[in-house]
C-alpha cells in the first residue's frame, strides 16, 4: 500500500516534509506524484523530481493521500476530486493542510466532516480525513502518522511530540 504524497508547482514542501520523514524513517512506502508526472518546483524554490502521474497510481493500492497547500489552482480540477470522493468514500486516509483543505471543500467531502474550516482548531481528524492549518505541519505529520500506526507505542509517540513539536532533546 502507498502514501501518495501529490505535489504540484508553487506547492508549501515544508508542510509535508516532516510527515514524509516519519514515512521513510518507518518503512513506508512513499510515492511523490504530481499530475502529469513531471518534475515541480515547489514554492520554497526546491526542484522535486516525481515518481509518477497521480492517474497512474492504482486506487485500491493507496494507503493515504496527502495534500500540502500553496497555489491550489492547478489541483481543483476533476481527476484530484473524483480520487478524494473515491478514497473517503473508501474510508482511506485523506490528509491535507493549508489551502490543501480547499481542496478538500472543493469536492464537498466535509460536508458532513468536522474540519479545519468547520472547527476553530489547528488540526482535525474525522472519519479519516485530517485537515490542519498552516502552522500545524508538526501536529499534521503526528496525527496522520498516528492514523497510520507508525509509532511502536506511546513512549514513542511522547518522544516524537516531545523533540518535533517541543525541540526537547532525544536521552
Given at each position: 500500500?502507498?502514501?501518495?504524497?501529490?505535489?504540484?508547482?508553487?506547492?508549501?514542501?515544508?508542510?509535508?516534509?516532516?510527515?514524509?520523514?516519519?514515512?521513510?524513517?518507518?518503512?513506508?512506502?512513499?510515492?511523490?506524484?504530481?499530475?502529469?508526472?513531471?518534475?515541480?518546483?515547489?514554492?520554497?524554490?526546491?526542484?522535486?523530481?516525481?515518481?509518477?502521474?497521480?492517474?497512474?497510481?492504482?486506487?485500491?493500492?493507496?494507503?493515504?493521500?496527502?495534500?500540502?497547500?500553496?497555489?491550489?489552482?492547478?489541483?481543483?480540477?476533476?481527476?484530484?476530486?473524483?480520487?478524494?470522493?473515491?478514497?473517503?468514500?473508501?474510508?482511506?486516509?485523506?490528509?491535507?493542510?493549508?489551502?490543501?483543505?480547499?481542496?478538500?471543500?472543493?469536492?464537498?467531502?466535509?460536508?458532513?466532516?468536522?474540519?479545519?474550516?468547520?472547527?476553530?482548531?489547528?488540526?482535525?481528524?474525522?472519519?479519516?480525513?485530517?485537515?490542519?492549518?498552516?502552522?500545524?505541519?508538526?501536529?499534521?505529520?503526528?496525527?496522520?502518522?498516528?492514523?497510520?500506526?507508525?509509532?511502536?507505542?506511546?513512549?514513542?509517540?511522547?518522544?516524537?511530540?516531545?523533540?518535533?513539536?517541543?525541540h526537547k532533546r532525544v536521552q
Amino acid at each position: 500500500m502507498k502514501n501518495v504524497f501529490l505535489v504540484y508547482d508553487d506547492c508549501c514542501f515544508y508542510e509535508i516534509v516532516i510527515l514524509n520523514y516519519f514515512m521513510k524513517f518507518t518503512g513506508q512506502d512513499v510515492v511523490i506524484c504530481s499530475l502529469n508526472g513531471s518534475a515541480i518546483t515547489c514554492m520554497e524554490g526546491y526542484s522535486v523530481n516525481v515518481d509518477m502521474a497521480l492517474k497512474d497510481v492504482e486506487i485500491d493500492n493507496i494507503k493515504s493521500l496527502i495534500i500540502p497547500g500553496g497555489d491550489i489552482k492547478i489541483i481543483c480540477n476533476e481527476e484530484v476530486y473524483e480520487l478524494i470522493k473515491d478514497l473517503v468514500k473508501k474510508e482511506i486516509i485523506v490528509a491535507a493542510i493549508c489551502a490543501g483543505v480547499d481542496v478538500l471543500e472543493n469536492t464537498g467531502v466535509l460536508k458532513d466532516t468536522k474540519s479545519t474550516h468547520s472547527e476553530d482548531t489547528d488540526i482535525y481528524n474525522d472519519k479519516k480525513v485530517i485537515t490542519a492549518r498552516a502552522n500545524a505541519y508538526v501536529d499534521f505529520a503526528i496525527e496522520v502518522a498516528k492514523e497510520l500506526n507508525l509509532f511502536k507505542d506511546e513512549v514513542d509517540l511522547k518522544e516524537t511530540i516531545d523533540f518535533w513539536k517541543f525541540h526537547k532533546r532525544v536521552q
